[in-house]
């Protein structure tokens, strides 16, 4: 066992990015349970290690489980454990993480993936630290503290019935919400150079060369909406293809091909009608927002011409970068506008990242 603490490692030096760091730093000494909330590739794995090895828990078990990566019964059983017999191919006592974590930190990663039935059991973990193995009828008690992460909206979610309000309460002692990498414009070439060093020495290159400046270009508009973990994928895949060069060229989508295979018929039907009976929220806020921008915003009162319009400019342009991902060449597509149009604009307002 180490006599220090691995804490992982952080980078970068945007606003949000150190505040959201200064965030964990205060609530990581606590015993109280934490929720952390992000898109997909933003690193809650990583603050949720940082919340571990910060906490005086640092020495004791850090354990981890997907919660979308099992089926209830199978997740029911990894987190409780289960006595011989309990189920079918049960053939011996097993403890479940919660119990193999006691004195440590659990990280249940992907929380809103389980079921209302493993959600009681979770928060009377919480709220009383006992339970029982599947199948057994002693109760154990455990001081676990737990952490959980999800990158859906838990209190929309609740609402609808679909995941527990009263447990959404008890993990939202402190909630960290992480920002997405398109809002850390300063981190993006940081990061990027870290991952690339370190993917030459992986190679046993001598030095990294660099990237060229249409690739830094490129690198600064794209809209990553796979987050860090799209930009390590991305600057890696650039170094091993260019060894010992500058990077002249990115290849942001790797399934790119003129014989790229696709779905048949019948799959295509199946994919299109789970998409449609399935709206996501972010379907719905697209439209919302293709409404907004279609919107004169009279109100049939007396208004100051000139500032109406610059007011209705503005609105449009973040409205119109929010929905392209704040890629701002198809931004400036969208709004039938040169790149160099729409660059303008952002400079005159003052909406340039």
């Known amino acids: 066992m180490s006599s220090e603490p691995q804490l992982p490692r952080?980078?970068?030096?945007?606003?949000?990015?150190?505040?959201m760091q200064e965030h964990v730093s205060r609530v990581a000494p606590l015993h109280k349970p934490v929720l952390i909330v992000g898109e997909r590739g933003t690193g809650k794995e990583l603050i949720a290690s940082r919340l571990h090895y910060?906490?005086?828990?640092?020495?004791?078990?850090?354990?981890?489980?997907?919660?979308?990566?099992?089926?209830?019964?199978?997740?029911?059983?990894?987190?409780?454990g289960h006595e011989s017999g309990a189920f079918t191919g049960a053939?011996?006592?097993r403890k479940g993480v919660f119990e193999r974590a006691h004195g440590g930190t659990l990280f249940l990663d992907e929380l809103a993936n389980t079921s209302l039935a493993v959600q009681e059991k979770i928060l009377r973990v919480i709220e009383y630290g006992e339970f029982e193995r599947l199948g057994g009828s002693q109760t154990i008690q455990v001081d676990v503290r737990l952490i959980a992460a999800t990158n859906e909206d838990l209190p929309a979610l609740g609402r609808a019935g679909k995941f527990r309000e009263d447990l959404i309460d008890r993990l939202a002692f402190d909630v960290i919400t992480l920002p997405p990498l398109r809002e850390r414009a300063?981190?993006?070439?940081v990061l990027?150079?870290?991952?690339?060093?370190?993917?030459?020495?992986?190679?046993?290159?001598?030095?990294?060369?660099?990237?060229?400046?249409?690739?830094?270009e490129q690198l600064l508009e794209h809209a990553w909406p796979g987050n860090v973990r799209e930009l390590k994928n991305v600057v890696e895949r650039a170094v091993y293809q260019h060894p010992g060069m500058v990077v002249e060229s990115l290849v942001f989508n790797p399934f790119a091909s003129p014989w790229r295979p696709k779905l048949s018929p019948a799959r295509q039907m199946e994919c299109a009608e789970e998409e449609k009976?399935?709206?996501?929220?972010?379907?719905?806020?697209?439209?919302?927002?293709?409404?907004?921008?279609?919107?004169?915003?009279?109100?049939?009162?007396?208004?100051?011409?000139?500032?109406?319009l610059q007011d209705y400019e503005i609105d449009l342009l973040r409205k119109a970068m929010e929905h392209c991902q704040f890629n701002q060449r198809k931004t400036a597509e969208f709004l039938n506008l040169s790149y160099h149009q729409l660059r303008g604009y952002l400079r005159k307002y003052d909406l340039l990242p």
């Open 54 to 80: 910060l906490s005086s828990r640092w020495q004791n078990n850090y354990l981890k489980i997907n919660c979308a990566a099992l089926n209830e019964s199978l997740l029911d059983a990894q987190l409780f």
């Open 91 to 93: 053939s011996g006592q």
């Open 10 to 19: 952080m980078i970068g030096e945007s606003a949000c990015f150190l505040e």
């Open 277 to 308: 009976n399935r709206p996501s929220e972010a379907a719905q806020t697209e439209k919302s927002d293709e409404s907004t921008l279609t919107a004169a915003g009279w109100t049939g009162k007396p208004m100051d011409f000139r500032q109406h």
């Open 186 to 189: 300063e981190d993006i070439m």
């Open 192 to 216: 990027a150079e870290h991952y690339a060093v370190l993917m030459a020495k992986e190679l046993d290159h001598e030095l990294f060369a660099g990237f060229s400046d249409e690739v830094q």
